[in-house]
């Protein structure tokens, strides 16, 4: 390609509404342009990026058997319906209506319709396994779109659909796409980390995700240095920090704390560890009679360590919260503890609650907590003495770093990382929920095992911005690039002996299957290395003519701090080496 042919529009600055690096990057890289709220067009440089994602997430997923269709993007009402998806997505699904006043649904995802697929042609045990995938625009309504198009509302992903017949068989389909997937992302060349997850409201009760590492991203992830162990921290198990309960040493004493609401207010004010403080958190379910109606409200009372933090994922996990939860209103909170938030504990109520203690709670002796009183405290508290032992005693918290790893190999580290693909073990969830059977064996019908597998195409380019790039600008791996190499030559429209020497190079790199691009514009050099390196184009020669009477060119890396020199003789050769490398 030459860039006098091609599309390229730079921008010195980025938009004001551009707020991380990979959206300012992506920007002034001229890799997307904004039409609207969470919508960008993708211009040609960026979309040469997509093409060779799609490439290899193609390959390796037909490499793993996987069979590639496409479902429409506007679906019909009736099949989210059977799934009761249709009211459970919220607002973040996208409804519209046909001409004829019928409902359609712009798809987020696509259990439904390859579910339908499947209970349609999917009729034997002998047609299985079969995965079937697509790579498809996704819409999803969200409430803020931000940081371009990692939170964008239109977007490109990859989802596929394992069909088996048995447990056993469904359990092999998703080690085969989580081997594909981790075969997926060392071609993309970036670092990432695969970690058991929760599965969330897709369902089901396997799961993995693929984070890209990068300090801007959103989730944290927990792993241990030590050994194997990697979990999304709303997964990943906190062990109790204390091997059994100590006997009680001091008498329950109320303390004033006046202004004081907070765990770590108080412990400085008590000068004592925020270790023996404990947090409370109230929460409230609610049962329903057949017409929505609330005929029941439950308060719960969850207490975790004062230097420690509630984990909702884990808490929406006990029972009786399994079926949902909410934050008690201040009115039930003064009604079962007798005082406004910050003050709140479990010894002294009005009314009964359901009492939740952490692990690591349920083993504290002579610890504080709020007295129900503005301005006072309990230093002193002790199970069984001082208050029944807690209802349920469960793991409701997140870890932190220097915690024991569940594994027992080690401790823990946290690292921050972008989501970008999902695997999930789905079981009989949709297929039964929309009656998709095959017949088995013995001539009866049977329910699909299902599994479920997301990457999320567009978002891998800003993940990898996110990852790698310098004040410069972007700097790509290789295989996602959208050029491999730039070719630079200083005066190629008016010195004959650099066209000819740059032309040269071109055919003969080309030739080699090396994605090219020669600079043909003209430009001066500082304004000609700027756009590439903003750009990120791994590979740059330079040919001067000053350089050529000497017999030399020049090769930089994106990476490089400085520049190679190489003879011209040896120049293809040297540099298809370096592509190669």
Known sequence: MRARQFFITTLKEAPADAEIVSHKLMMRAGLIRKL???????????????????????????????????????QPAELWQETGRWDKMGPEMLRLKDRHERDFAMQPTSEEVVTDIARQELKSYRALPKNLYQI?????????????????????????????????????????????YRKIFDRLGLTYRAVAADTGAIGGDRSHEFQVIAETGEDAIVYCPQSDYAANIELAEALPLLAERAAPTQAL??????????????????????????????????????????????????LVRGDHDLNEVKAGKVEGLKDGFRFATEAEIVEHFGCKPGYLGPVGLKKPVKIVADRTVALMSDFITGANE???????????????????????????????????????AIQRGIEVGHVFYLGTKYSKAMNATF?????????????????????ILGAAIEQNHDARGIIWPDSIAPFTVAICPIGYDRAEDVKVAADALYAELTAAGIDVILDDRGERPGAMFADWELIGVPHRVVLSDRGLKEGQAEYQGRRDAEATKVAVTELAAFVKARVGS
């Open 439 to 459: 017949l088995d064996e013995d001539g009866k019908p049977k329910h699909f095992e299902m599994g479920c597998y997301g990457i999320g195409v567009t978002r």
């Open 136 to 180: 498809q625009t996704k819409f999803r309504d969200e409430r803020r779109p931000r940081f371009g198009i990692m939170r964008g509302r239109e977007f490109l992903m990859k989802d596929a659909y394992s069909f088996d017949r048995d447990v056993e068989a469904a359990g092999k389909s998703y080690e085969n796409m989580y081997a594909a």
């Open 374 to 412: 503005v301005d006072f405290h309990i230093a002193g508290v002790n199970w069984s003495r001082d208050l029944p032992e807690p209802d349920v005693v469960a793991d409701i918290r997140n870890v932190v770093e220097g915690d024991a790893s569940p594994d027992g190999k080690g401790t823990l």
């Open 253 to 302: 004493n109320k303390v004033p704390t006046p202004g004081k609401s907070t765990c770590a207010d108080v412990a400085a004010l008590l000068g004592t560890s925020l270790a023996n403080t404990v947090k409370s958190l109230v929460l409230a379910t609610d049962e329903v009679d057949e017409t929505g109606a609330i005929v029941k409200s439950t308060v719960w009372l969850l």
């Open 36 to 74: 609207s709220a969470g919508i960008y067009n993708y211009m040609p440089m960026g979309l040469r990026v997509i093409r060779k994602v799609e490439n290899i997430i193609r390959e390796e997923m037909n490499r793993a058997g996987a069979v590639e269709l496409v479902m429409p993007l506007v």
